[in-house]
């Protein structure tokens, strides 16, 4: 079973050329965002209706298979005072679950206002109320992943440096 990493961590374990996975784990789906193998650009996959664990951990696995995923981003929703709140709390059981069934390298990235800020920009974008329900899942994802991998950049950068 995996232990969670910290971004400083990620940076060290990564391979030159991998993808990265987001996840933006919530009561009712599991939207999923997938980086470019250069860890450079996050885009939106897939949302995961959640049924059953198991289930939601096969769906999952199935698509670390088919991109040949290295790592997982999960959203860690906690509160604005950094306080922990349920649904940080259940974001981490379902990777702890998770890391049962797959071993993979974990981090956990801060995704306040992930979901205000895509919804803002799909409001900003005239997408309807429908299709805003239909993607902000997977693109709350994206934008989790997304300052993952920024971070990431930053070290890099600070490494050549």
Do not use: C
């Not at 349920?86 to 890391?99: C, G, I, L, V, W």
């Amino acid at each position: 079973m995996s232990k969670p990493v910290s971004i400083d961590d990620l940076a060290a374990l990564l391979p030159p050329k991998a993808r990265l996975i987001g996840l933006d784990v919530g009561t009712k789906t599991i939207g999923l965002a997938l980086s470019d193998i250069e860890h450079r650009l996050a885009s939106p996959l897939v949302t995961i209706k959640r049924t059953k664990f198991a289930v939601d951990a096969d769906a999952l696995i199935a698509e670390i298979v088919k991109f040949d995923v290295f790592a997982l981003v999960v959203g860690n929703p906690i509160a604005l005072d950094g306080a922990d709140t349920p649904r940080a709390q259940a974001a981490r059981a379902f990777a702890r679950n998770f890391s049962a069934r797959r071993d993979l390298p974990t981090l956990f990235w801060d995704e306040r206002f992930s979901t205000a800020a895509v919804e803002r920009d799909l409001i900003a974008n005239d997408v309807s109320r429908a299709k805003r329900a239909e993607v902000i899942d997977k693109m709350a994802a994206a934008y989790i992943l997304q300052g993952a991998l920024d971070a990431l950049a930053r070290i890099a950068a600070q490494r050549e440096a």
